[in-house]
């Protein structure tokens, strides 16, 4: 945290091995609480970063100095996971699974085939807990989706940042749950509707609440976009 009174010119060194996407300069209050609302422009300082040093103005105020990083995921039974936000990345997924599919097994669809099985997709796998859902395209479609920056809703997704905490929070997960449906599960659906085959399968977490807010958003929504699950 940096609390400063008059202007100032600070050299901080910023404790991360990862890639930094965010160093965000949030308004805070005499206490040490993090206070703002939807209008307030949250400075972002991460372009003033280099060779892990922020070299930065900070202006007259209260502030809070919040860094974020991107972790990749590194998994116990595979390797990495694929952003299942990234249409390209999805779009990619069914030409060699789908498509490779109907290709070969086409004469079997509706009547020995039945259904595409889809085992435990998820938006979330993470080494960290303190962590969150991220693609790199989640902030221009939360601006697009919301009219104000996603750097303004971020800290809330964290901390009790005022009376606009829950709509931070609910936006963040309306927009991270349009991508989700729009990037994987509805083209996998219209793809297996096309050809008389179902999509099936199972959510991972879909039996443990506070795993599946963070791994599916929306049991309901995501489920409504397959024939049977």
Not at 88 to 99: G, M, N, P, Q
Not at 171 to 177: E, Q, S, Y
Request: hydrophobic share 35%; charged share 30%; proline share 5%.
């Amino acid at each position: 945290d940096v609390y400063k009174r008059q202007p100032d010119r600070v050299t901080i060194e910023i404790p991360t091995d990862e890639e930094v996407v965010f160093v965000l300069l949030v308004p805070t209050d005499e206490s040490g609480r993090l206070r703002y609302d939807s209008r307030t422009r949250i400075r972002d300082l991460a372009g003033k970063v280099k060779d892990g040093l922020l070299r930065a103005r900070i202006p007259e105020g209260t502030w809070s100095l919040l860094v974020f990083a991107r972790t990749f995921f590194k998994g116990m039974f595979f390797g990495g996971y694929v952003d299942l936000m990234n249409k390209d990345a999805c779009r990619l997924f069914i030409r060699y699974t789908h498509d490779v599919y109907a290709k070969r097994l086409r004469k079997y669809y509706g009547r020995t085939i039945k259904g595409i099985f889809t085992d435990e997709p998820s938006l979330f796998h993470s080494n960290r807990p303190d962590s969150i859902q991220w693609s790199p395209r989640l902030p221009r479609e939360f601006a697009r989706d919301h009219r104000y920056p996603f750097t303004t809703a971020l800290p809330g997704l964290f901390f009790d940042v005022g009376p606009e905490t829950v709509k931070f929070r609910c936006d963040f997960a309306r927009t991270v749950l349009r991508l989700y449906l729009e990037a994987f599960y509805r083209p996998i659906y219209e793809h297996c509707d096309r050809r008389g085959v179902m999509s099936v399968g199972h959510l991972d977490a879909e039996g443990e609440w506070r795993r599946h807010v963070k791994e599916q958003i929306d049991f309901f929504a995501v489920t409504g976009q397959m024939h049977y699950a």
